[in-house]
């Protein structure tokens, strides 16, 4: 490995701490709430399209959750009063998703605030970028994980 590869291995390695750094900047939280339950959050209010209610298994889908991760993150969410759970009557098997006054607050606060402010704060910077920035850290994560998976060879 030349000297322009280690290089480039490093200021990927600091790329990436940077960008750990800036998601340690997202506001700051109310208790006993974790960043996954506002991405759950963000994907019931993409997903109900005109209705009250989102399906456990499209939100499942839409983050590449397993289906039994995203039903322990939804009851916790029950339990903190942020989502309401029912089901259908035509098919007792589908759970249906509904957020509270509380959890319609928290995607107000933030969701929708933190992402206006960003979005003002991104206009400078080309969307075209934006998504060569989401596709390069996807592969660098992917690579990443062979490396892990394939641990032995270190």
């Known amino acids: ?15 990436l701490g940077c960008a750990k750094e800036a998601y340690a900047l997202l506001p700051q939280l109310p208790p006993n709430m974790k ?3 506002f991405r759950i959050l963000n994907t019931i209010y993409r997903i109900r ?11 499942s889908r839409a983050l590449g959750f397993l289906l039994p991760n995203t039903t322990r993150f939804i009851n916790e969410l029950v339990a903190l ?3 309401e759970k ?3 009557e035509s098919d007792k098997r589908v759970v249906l998703v509904r957020t509270t ?8 606060k933030y969701v929708f605030s933190f992402h206006k402010l960003l979005e003002a704060e991104l206009s400078e910077i080309s969307e075209s970028d934006c998504l060569i920035m989401i596709e390069t850290i996807h592969k660098i994560h992917r690579a990443m994980k062979k490396i892990y998976r394939n641990e ?3």
């Open 35 to 37: 960043p996954v339950y």
């Open 86 to 88: 029912s089901t259908l």
């Open 49 to 59: 399209a005109g209705t009250d209610h989102s399906r456990v298994s499209d939100i």
């Open 81 to 83: 009063n942020i989502v």
């Open 152 to 154: 032995e060879r270190l």
């Open 1 to 15: 490995m030349n000297g322009y590869e280690i290089n480039l291995i490093d200021n990927v390695m600091d790329a």
């Open 101 to 108: 006054e509380l959890g319609e607050e928290y995607i107000r």
